[in-house]
Nanobody
């Protein structure tokens, strides 16, 4: 299973960006999928996650009301719409999923990071 992320870039404060992540591979089931970010001081934090069981969505307090995670369970994609971006949102964003496969059971998979820079 592979996760392919895209959509980062440079945006001014108050602007918007949309990140996308697609999971691909042979037989697999996504248990949860979401976005993490790693800041310049190497702190990695959960931004938003979509949990299959119960259809739960959780956000970091710092992004509530500004970011929206959306998932297409048919296409196995997850997007992160980021609005009202702030300089402190600057980070490398990673797509992460906990995925079950027949060969390996459930384990975490990470996509490549995509840099989001919020600056004037």
């Amino acid at each position: 299973v592979q996760l392919q992320a895209s959509g980062g870039g440079l945006v001014q404060p108050g602007g918007s960006l949309r990140l996308s992540c697609a999971a691909s591979g042979s037989t697999f089931i996504i248990n949860n999928i979401g976005w993490y970010r790693q800041t310049a001081d190497n702190q990695r934090e959960l931004v938003a996650i979509d949990i299959t069981t119960g259809n739960n969505v959780n956000y970091a307090d710092s992004v509530k009301g500004r970011f929206t995670i959306s998932r297409d369970k048919v296409k196995n994609t997850v997007d992160l719409q980021m609005n009202s971006l702030r300089p402190e949102d600057t980070a490398v964003y990673y797509c992460k999923a906990n995925i079950w496969t027949p060969a390996r059971g459930s384990q975490d998979y990470w996509g490549q990071g995509t840099l989001v820079t919020v600056s004037s």
